[in-house]
């Protein structure tokens, strides 16, 4: 009960951020391209496309439709790329229609019939024979089958046009489907090194206190049914035990969760500063000016101001 909460914590946490990543506001995936949210991008980066009668579709941030996102298809409205990925997960080689990239469906297609057909095939052949090796051939088509599914997704995110080197939205969805690809993209390769040492250690603890919940646990009900087995214990000592190394490994489980999501944040966020003018100019100007008055009235003693004044300006850049 508690994994399955544990498990049900994770996702929700994900869905959260998710959200915030690609929304930034009250819709999810909404403005990852052409959205004003908070990791969003600004309208210039999504580029206007052509559509199949020859006029020039322009970037839409309304909320997202599946009769928007079909007309997309069709070429005569645009989506962002959150969402041409998220539909992709669903309807593999959507993103390649989006993107006019038709001849790569028979390649996807393809790959991903033979190796479903062969799995099939060879798993009922072992569950049949019971040999080994078509256990073995079996497990390889599925595998064929499902990365020829992730290369379509990727490739449809990968190819999808923007305005700019680089895409916050893509950061984050590379982030998402391989830790540490969203930092290689925006070129902080010393960072996958950490990412990974941190899912790693996460990893390590979450099977180290999860294989000690499992002895603790073998043992306690292994004494509650027989009292005699298990000496050097007491029941209530078990317990603690098994107690305690499920809640370590809880803590570990959610660890690991947080920073697989803060690597995304992490490829989001610079991804989006990276259009940042960051210089080290540092000035400040102080130059004549003419001051024209805002409103035609002082509202303090109800006294018109005539013409213009005369001070100075000051300018400070950083």
């Not at 929304?23 to 496309?49: A, E, H, I, P, Y």
């Not at 559509?51 to 409205?77: A, C, I, M, Q």
């Not at 479903?116 to 078509?134: A, V």
């Not at 027989?226 to 499920?246: H, V």
Request: aromatic share 16%; net charge positive; with cysteine.
């Amino acid at each position: 009960m508690r994994r399955t909460l544990v498990i049900t914590l994770f996702f929700l946490l994900s869905a959260v951020v998710c959200r915030g990543q690609f929304g930034g506001g009250s819709n999810l995936l909404n403005n990852t391209v052409g959205g004003n949210g908070m990791f969003g991008d600004s309208g210039s980066s999504q580029q206007s496309r052509t559509g199949e009668d020859g006029k020039t579709v322009l970037p839409d941030t309304n909320r997202f439709t599946f009769k928007k996102y079909f007309r997309s298809l069709s070429h005569k409205d645009s989506v962002n790329v959150g969402w041409t990925w998220a539909m992709s997960l669903v309807l593999p080689g959507t993103a390649q229609i989006y993107n006019g990239d038709y001849k790569k469906l028979p390649v996807f297609y393809g790959g991903m019939a033979a190796g479903l057909g062969s799995g099939i095939y060879f798993n009922c052949r072992y569950n049949k024979w019971g040999e080994t090796s078509d256990h073995v051939v079996a497990i390889a088509g599925f595998a064929t089958a499902g990365a020829f599914y992730l290369a379509s997704v990727l490739d449809g995110v990968i190819c999808y046009p923007t305005g700019r080197a680089i895409h916050p939205g893509k950061a984050t969805i590379y982030s998402a489907m391989l830790p540490g690809a969203g930092q290689a993209y925006i070129g902080q390769w010393w960072t996958v090194p950490i990412i990974y040492a941190g899912l790693a250690t996460g990893g390590f603890l979450w099977y180290f206190f999860d294989s000690k919940y499992q002895m603790y646990h073998d043992k306690y009900y292994r004494k509650l049914d027989f009292p005699q087995m298990e000496p050097d214990y007491t029941l209530a000592t078990l317990k603690m035990y098994k107690d305690r190394y499920r809640r370590f490994r809880n803590y570990a489980i959610i660890g690991t969760a947080l920073w697989y999501v803060l690597q995304i944040v992490h490829a989001d966020v610079f991804a989006t500063l990276d259009n940042f003018d960051i210089n080290e100019d540092i000035t400040f100007n102080i130059s004549p000016t003419v001051i024209t008055p805002i409103q035609p009235y002082n509202e303090l003693n109800y006294s018109r101001i005539d013409g213009a004044a005369y001070g100075l300006s000051l300018n400070f850049t950083f």
